[in-house]
């Protein structure tokens, strides 16, 4: 039997209502596709990091450069994201990452007394790590984020300089080098 005629024994109200579904499927199954950025796993710190990180989360902003915070799931207070695509994502407490040598001053930048480890994410954006402070900050600034891919350091330092001690209760050493 050719399938036309499979088509015409089905009653009228299934004929009708059979292509808006087939189209409203499509269009589901493509919003899920294209839902924007991927989840975000939060790190799993130490206590006295997850201390750190859970002030830091209350005193982040709630834009960064026109931004409005809008989290990754699952939501945790490790981590942090701004605007939509390309999004800025902060994770608190994560493990030492290896482009941060023995000096990390000299690979990233001072930040409103704020030290900054640098490393490339290989897709054209940046990685930026806290350094000498007692959590472990990253921030990602995807490629085309921003004019300049370390805009968004300067809307976060502040909260981190309240949240974060730096080690040993100084001031970040590459700062105070650098001031000088």
């Known amino acids: ?17 059979a292509p808006p579904a087939a ?8 919003l899920t ?12 710190p130490t206590a006295e990091v997850a201390r750190y990180c859970a002030a830091l989360d209350a005193k982040l902003p709630g834009t960064v450069l026109g931004h409005d915070r809008q989290d990754p ?30 000096d990390p001053n000299r690979q990233g930048p001072c930040v409103n007394e704020v030290a900054w480890g640098m ?19 990253e921030v990602h600034v995807p490629a085309g984020a921003y004019p300049n891919y370390a805009d968004p350091l300067s809307s976060l330092t502040d909260a981190i300089r309240s949240a974060v001690p730096t080690i040993g209760g100084t001031a970040d050493s590459g700062c105070l080098e650098n001031a000088s």
């Open 33 to 44: 596709a294209w839902s924007g950025e991927p989840d975000v796993a939060p790190p799993t």
């Open 23 to 30: 189209l409203l499927g499509c269009t589901a199954w493509l």
């Open 73 to 102: 799931s699952p939501a945790s207070p490790y981590t942090a994201a701004w605007a939509s695509s390309p999004r800025t994502v902060l994770s608190c407490g994560v493990e030492r990452p290896g482009y941060l040598d023995d």
């Open 1 to 17: 039997m050719p399938p036309r005629d499979l088509l015409t024994r089905l009653p009228a109200p299934v004929r009708w209502l």
């Open 119 to 137: 490393g490339e994410d290989g897709s054209g954006g940046y990685l930026f790590v806290t350094a000498l402070r007692k959590a472990y900050v």
